[in-house]
T-cell receptor, first 117, second 113 residues
Framework: NAGVTQTPKFRVLKTGQSMTLLCAQDMNHEYMYWYRQDPGMGLRLIHYSVGEGTTAKGEVPDGYNVSRLKKQNFLLGLESAAPSQTSVYFC????????????????FGPGTRLTVL | DAKTTQPNSMESNEEEPVHLPCNHSTISGTDYIHWYRQLPSQGPEYVIHGLTSNVNNRMASLAIAEDRKSSTLILHRATLRDAAVYYCILRESFSGSARQLTFGSGTQLTVLP
């Protein structure tokens, strides 16, 4: 299994440009997540999805859009990039947990390092 | 998720055991104890989790105090590749929806050759 993969690994954008980050997982997980990590800060959730065709906002959703057309893929879009979106972006996935006294484990991709000039 | 307290940094010699402590005095009865680590320039990686009993897997062991107010992640033989930030996270057991994983500041483990 490849686990969670992300493309591209690195990208440099100019302010106002758009791009899409792709996340793919081969573990048949229901849930997928997009986080960003800034220097000296923990991971912050941007958007997440609980299944194909469904998405929801996380802690810091502004300036981003997402789509989950296929169960294995979760796309993160930046319509008009801003320098404040310079960050490392991590995708994660987890299986659906249903039931009391159960817990979830998230599996992360290697990250995409994005710089917006 | 309830709060955890970890030392900012620890050092270990290669091929020696490492004990990484975590205090969680406000843990509730339904909180699981999770450990993740983040190697340099990589995504976080799940290590282990437990509820009440000690747990072992191929990566590490988790020792949980009898009162559950603290736990210790044990790396039996540290290698240079184990140098990372280790995060202790409490996760309330639940039924249903996806949730954000909240990382604190963690413990920076340095492994000396």
């Amino acid at each position: 299994n490849a686990g969670v993969t992300q493309t591209p690994k690195f990208r440099v954008l100019k302010t106002g440009q758009s791009m899409t980050l792709l996340c793919a997982q081969d573990m048949n997980h229901e849930y997928m997540y997009w986080y960003r990590q800034d220097p000296g800060m923990g991971l912050r959730l941007i958007h997440y999805s609980v299944g194909e065709g469904t998405t929801a906002k996380g802690e810091v959703p502004d300036g981003y859009n997402v789509s989950r057309l296929k169960k294995q893929n979760f796309l993160l879009g930046l319509e008009s990039a801003a320098p404040s979106q310079t960050s490392v972006y991590f995708c994660a996935s987890s299986y659906k947990v249903a039931g009391v006294f159960l817990t979830d484990t998230q599996y992360f991709g290697p990250g995409t390092r994005l710089t917006v000039l | 998720d309830a709060k955890t307290t970890q030392p900012n940094s620890m050092e270990s010699n290669e091929e020696e055991p490492v004990h990484l402590p975590c205090n969680h005095s406000t843990i509730s009865g339904t909180d699981y104890i999770h450990w993740y680590r983040q190697l340099p320039s990589q995504g976080p990686e799940y290590v282990i989790h437990g509820l009440t009993s000690n747990v072992n897997n191929r990566m590490a062991s988790l020792a949980i105090a009898e009162d559950r107010k603290s736990s210790t992640l044990i790396l039996h033989r540290a290698t240079l590749r184990d140098a990372a930030v280790y995060y202790c996270i409490l996760r309330e057991s639940f039924s249903g929806s996806a949730r954000q994983l909240t990382f604190g500041s963690g413990t920076q483990l340095t492994v000396l050759p």
